[in-house]
């Protein structure tokens, strides 16, 4: 998995809590992504970010949020807004057209 | 939106055979990559095909890409036990590539290699 970390493997969300997925990489990549996998589905991207202090949303950003203040990190915020959160989440970076992919989160609500 | 359909959604296979996987997509693209994800892992990039490239060679793995179709295969060849994993195509379409690009992963295919 690179010099991707993810944590923790496994979230236990609980009703109308905020939980944060942690996202770390020490690859020395500019570019950052999180995508949501559910079961027999592919790779669906919620947020990117390209370079420090900036991000933009991908196909399904709603319920979701992140932050980029510093390189090697970009956490996700699953909301309570997010009415289905139950899914495998994915942090990849980028290196020149290659995506790094970190171990994978697995969100379940209790 | 996904943009890449794999075909078939399932293989199963004796060891020692080819597996040939494949994915349409349906706009115009800059590359093409297949990655591969274990049960439960994240996914790891196997090979990327460039646009104006028509095959590549890495290994045991030998991709294809058809613009004048939109599809690209994967081969590989003389399968392994350990080649049981979930294979996604992805592709690229972003204007620039880089720390621009944005990728679209299909539904992906399971391959089971039996020994």
Same mark, same amino acid.
């Given at each position: 998995?690179?010099?991707?970390?993810?944590?923790?493997?496994? $979230?236990?969300?609980?009703? @109308?809590?905020?939980?944060?997925? =942690?996202?770390?990489?020490?690859?020395?990549?500019?570019?950052?992504?999180? +995508? #949501?996998?559910?079961?027999?589905?592919?790779?669906?991207?919620?947020?990117? =970010?390209?370079?420090?202090?900036?991000?933009?949303?991908?196909?399904?950003?709603?319920?979701?949020?992140?932050? #980029?203040?510093?390189?090697?990190?970009?956490?996700?915020?699953?909301?309570?807004?997010?009415?289905?959160?139950?899914?495998? +989440? $994915?942090?990849? =970076?980028?290196?020149?057209?290659?995506?790094?992919?970190?171990? @994978?989160? #697995?969100?379940?609500? $209790? | 939106?996904?943009?890449?359909?794999?075909?078939?959604?399932?293989?199963? *296979?004796?060891?020692?055979?080819?597996?040939?996987?494949?994915?349409?997509?349906?706009?115009? *693209?800059?590359? &093409?990559?297949?990655?591969?994800?274990?049960?439960?892992?994240?996914?790891?990039?196997?090979?990327? *095909?460039?646009?104006?490239?028509?095959?590549?060679?890495?290994?045991? &793995?030998?991709?294809?890409?058809?613009?004048?179709?939109?599809?690209?295969?994967?081969?590989?060849?003389?399968?392994?036990?350990?080649?049981?994993?979930?294979?996604?195509?992805?592709?690229?379409?972003? &204007?620039?590539?880089?720390?621009?690009?944005?990728?679209?992963?299909?539904?992906? *295919?399971? &391959?089971?290699?039996?020994?």
């Amino acid at each position: 998995d690179g010099g991707i970390t993810q944590s923790p493997k496994y $979230l236990f969300r609980k009703e @109308g809590q905020n939980v944060t997925l =942690s996202c770390e990489q020490n690859l020395n990549h500019d570019a950052m992504y999180w +995508y #949501r996998q559910d079961p027999g589905q592919g790779l669906r991207l919620i947020y990117y =970010s390209q370079i420090v202090n900036d991000f933009q949303k991908g196909d399904i950003a709603e319920g979701y949020s992140v932050s #980029r203040e510093k390189k090697e990190s970009f956490p996700l915020t699953v909301t309570s807004a997010q009415k289905n959160p139950t899914a495998f +989440y $994915l942090c990849a =970076s980028i290196n020149g057209e290659t995506q790094y992919f970190g171990p @994978g989160t #697995r969100l379940l609500v $209790l | 939106s996904q943009q890449g359909e794999e075909d078939p959604q399932a293989l199963s *296979i004796q060891e020692g055979e080819n597996a040939t996987m494949n994915c349409s997509y349906k706009t115009s *693209i800059n590359n &093409l990559q297949w990655y591969r994800q274990n049960s439960g892992r994240g996914l790891v990039h196997l090979i990327l *095909i460039r646009s104006n490239e028509r095959e590549k060679h890495s290994g045991r &793995l030998r991709v294809t890409l058809d613009t004048s179709k939109k599809s690209s295969s994967l081969l590989i060849t003389a399968s392994r036990a350990a080649d049981t994993a979930s294979y996604f195509c992805a592709t690229d379409s972003s &204007l620039y590539t880089g720390a621009n690009s944005k990728l679209t992963f299909g539904k992906g *295919i399971t &391959l089971s290699v039996r020994p």
